[in-house]
């Protein structure tokens, strides 16, 4: 088991230009290039264990992957080959909920199968409306875990509303429709982030975003021919970006510039938190194919409480890092509205709470959230939960007082040069 030792940092004044690629686009490219019959050239995909067992998958699945000078070719396979291997997603409830929905209308068998936290997270609220539609698919518990296994069959339109707003529920049933006779509907009780959506209509898909019977919602119509390749730059990802934005905020006289960041609107609610606590943030928007792009500069602050309750679906990934900017800001926090967390890749609600209080944090669960006492954050054992946000999380906040973390390995999921940019600001010792 690893055990990382993060030093009080001094000031500093640094640009990042290389924080690990998007991990949520990332994904996608490698699933959705499998909907062209033509290569698809990918430009800083990010090489972490989660998007590499992706690639490993449609490489299972027929695909060529090569990787030269930071640009992944994959070439497509004629049509899917039914893999003789388990398909392994690993840490990532992204690829196993998206593989669901894509190999639920291909011809042949699949099983997915992931790591033990993996393997405790919910799946049946993409199997669930997928047989609905005709899939046949089963897995633990009725098929709510995984190991799940598959057999494609053809699968009707569907008029669905999901009862939680998740992108990757969004993602399964608009893949596991994109070739049906009908059209479909879907409706999110809030838009989840849309990098699906974007990425297919630029690859051809016609998926739109309408008004039916008063209510919004995204109509996918049929498209009975292999899309466009990609031809894509995936930028950086927002919430890697996130822990330098908060560990420069709770640093005193310091100022990072975040080089090439993705600034969607779903994934940078997060940054306005931190902005709306007093945060000193710009962003410097450019422009680019398939998403906004642009650099984000952030200057120490000092933070005052805040109360989250709305759009959390945009930024429910950033609140572990945000909870540390809580701990340091003056008067109370709380965050509700957030029961998925409890299904992340650890539950996130117990982990935050419970390694705050070891750092001597007034923190207390709520069941949809937590509620923060803000102070300061002292040195402590913090363990991960196999949790890679948790990890880094807690490590940056290592930069007011120093901090000690167990089980890091976890950090490779998504961010896997995260301790050698943390040491541009502090110093790291990493012992096994
Ligand atoms: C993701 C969607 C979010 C997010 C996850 C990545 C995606 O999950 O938490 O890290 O790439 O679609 P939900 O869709 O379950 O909310």
Redesign the pocket.
């Known amino acids: 088991m690893n055990l990382l030792t993060i030093k009080k940092a001094n000031e500093f004044d640094i640009t990042i230009d290389n924080i690990a690629s998007d ?2 686009i990332s ?1 996608r490219c490698a699933i959705f290039s499998l909907l062209s019959d033509k290569p698809s050239y990918i430009t800083n995909y990010l090489q972490a264990e989660d998007t590499l067992n992706t690639l490993k998958i449609i490489q299972n699945l027929g695909a060529k992957v090569d990787v030269k000078n930071n640009i992944i070719t994959i070439i497509p396979p004629k049509s899917i080959i039914e893999p003789i291997t388990s398909l392994d997603c690993g840490n990532s ?2 690829a196993m909920r998206l593989m669901c929905g894509f190999l639920a209308q291909q011809d042949g068998f699949f099983v997915l199968e992931g790591d033990k936290y993996l393997s405790s997270r919910p799946m049946k609220r993409v199997t669930e409306p997928l047989k609905k539609i005709g899939a046949m698919i089963d897995g633990r518990e009725g098929g709510n875990l995984a190991p799940v296994a598959i057999r494609g069959n053809t699968l009707k339109g569907f008029n669905y509303t999901s009862p939680i ?5 969004k ?1 399964a049933m608009i893949l596991s429709v994109l070739h049906a006779k009908e059209k479909s509907y879907y409706y999110e009780p809030f838009l ?2 849309d990098h699906t959506e974007r990425i297919l209509n630029a690859m051809g898909a016609k998926i739109k975003n309408i008004n039916k019977a008063n209510k919004k919602c995204i109509e996918i119509c049929p498209v009975n021919k292999p899309l466009k390749p990609l031809d894509i730059e995936v930028p950086a990802d927002p919430s890697s970006a996130f822990f330098f934005a908060v560990a420069t905020v709770i640093s005193k006289n310091s100022k990072i510039v975040l080089k090439n960041i993705l600034l969607n609107p779903t994934r940078i609610e997060a940054f306005e938190v931190l902005k709306k606590m007093g945060a000193d943030i710009k962003y410097i928007i450019k422009n680019s194919k398939y998403e906004t792009v642009g650099d984000i500069i952030v200057k120490s602050s000092s933070l005052k409480g805040v109360n989250i309750k709305d759009n959390i ?1 945009w930024l ?2 950033e609140l572990p890092a945000l909870s540390i900017a809580m701990s340091v800001a003056e008067g109370v926090s709380t965050v509700t509205n957030a029961k ?1 967390l409890r299904v ?1 890749e650890s539950d996130r609600i117990k982990s935050v709470v419970a390694n705050l209080k070891a750092c001597g944090v007034d923190a207390k669960e709520l069941e949809d959230g937590y509620v923060i006492n803000g102070s300061t954050i002292k040195n402590a054992l913090i363990d991960s939960f196999g949790d890679h946000r948790i990890a880094m999380s807690f490590a940056i906040a290592g930069v007011i007082e120093g901090m000690s973390i167990t089980d890091i390995e976890c950090i490779k999921t998504s961010f896997p040069n995260f301790l050698e940019l943390l040491s541009k600001i502090t110093k790291v010792e990493n012992a096994n």
């Open positions: 991990k949520s994904h409830g992204t707003a998740s992108a990757q529920v993602s989840s982030r679906a429910i990934d998925e992340k």
